[in-house]
């Protein structure tokens, strides 16, 4: 899912949860490193938070 990390994980954490998503800290490192499968709900809401992470500042 991430190959180079961008940002930190706590900071992805963060947005992700301030998207809705349900998982730990711990849960949503494993997803990057796709040691656990997140639901789909979960996949939805971290690529809504990397999207976010990755919008340029204007």
């Known amino acids: 899912m ?3 990390e961008t940002v930190g994980i706590a ?4 947005k992700y949860r301030d ?3 349900h998982g730990t800290g711990f849960e949503l490192e494993a997803y ?3 040691a656990l499968k ?3 709900f979960d996949l939805m ?3 809504r938070a990397l999207t976010d992470l990755n919008r ?3």
């Open 2 to 4: 991430l190959k180079q």
């Open 56 to 58: 340029p500042y204007v």
């Open 19 to 21: 998207r809705g998503g």
């Open 11 to 14: 900071h992805l954490w963060l």
């Open 38 to 40: 997140p639901s789909s």
């Open 32 to 34: 990057i490193y796709e």
């Open 45 to 47: 809401m971290l690529a």
